[in-house]
């Protein structure tokens, strides 16, 4: 069946720093992918998604680009900043889950000043 | 509003008593999602109403969990003679219910449950 892994966290980074949390998933169709994320206290947002192979997401300076050789959506910023501090969920869509989002475990970022 | 509200934002109850999540999708979305999210656990998928059709309920844990969308809109969660492991935040989602993998769903604030 259709999964999604992601990196284990914390992951702990100074401000400005390059961030990049893997995901890899499994999927027999052609899936979509997305990034989620939720900040302390608040519910889960849409961060980016992308819909078919190469195509890159991108939001708020993160970026994914949907790699179907590898199976991976990894998440990646430039420059991190203390406010994005969150957690980050990757998730997938597509037929063989009648839709609905397979949600990785989620990875918790911390941006220390 | 724009956005999936859901009430009450904060609910603690006692063991054995009966609890009702509401969740108010966005407008003109058709399908409706339930999840729960235990304290540093990602995303349970609970139960999935699309327009008309059957809810598929193959997430709800236990019988003492039920869920109705009344006219297709208002979404209510009831879990019955509630128990400690059912603490956790409950998410409601939205989606326009399009039967395609690019179907975003739109999530609320969550209503977090504490069963003393």
């Known amino acids: 069946g259709n999964s999604v892994t992601q990196m284990e966290g914390p992951v702990t980074l100074s401000e400005e720093a390059f961030l990049t949390i893997n995901c890899t998933y499994t999927a027999t169709g052609y899936p979509s992918l997305f990034w989620y994320v939720q900040y302390p206290g608040e519910g889960l947002q849409l961060l980016l998604k992308?819909?078919?192979a190469d195509d890159k997401g991108s939001n708020k300076g993160f970026e994914a680009t949907y790699r179907k050789e590898t199976t991976s959506f990894h998440l990646e910023k430039g420059s991190v900043q203390v406010s994005d501090s969150a957690v980050y969920f990757c998730a997938l869509s597509d037929l063989d889950s009648n839709y609905q989002l397979i949600w990785g475990a989620g990875t918790k970022l911390i941006i220390k000043p | 509003g724009a956005g999936v509200s859901q009430s009450p934002s904060n609910k603690v109850t006692e063991k054995g008593k009966d609890v009702e999540l509401r969740c108010d999708p966005i407008s003109g979305h058709t399908a409706l999602y339930w999840y729960r999210q235990s304290l540093g656990q990602g995303l349970e998928f609970l139960i999935y109403f699309q327009g008309n059709s059957a809810p598929d309920k193959s997430g709800l844990p236990s019988d003492r969990f039920s869920a109705e969308r009344t006219g297709g809109s208002v979404s209510t969660l009831t879990i019955q003679r509630t128990q400690q492991e059912d603490s956790a935040v409950y998410l409601c989602?939205?989606?326009?219910?399009?039967?395609?993998?690019?179907?975003?769903?739109?999530f609320g604030p969550g209503t977090r449950l504490t069963v003393l």
């Open positions: 992308a819909t078919k």
């Open positions: 989602a939205s989606s326009l219910g399009q039967v395609s993998s690019t179907d975003t769903q739109y």
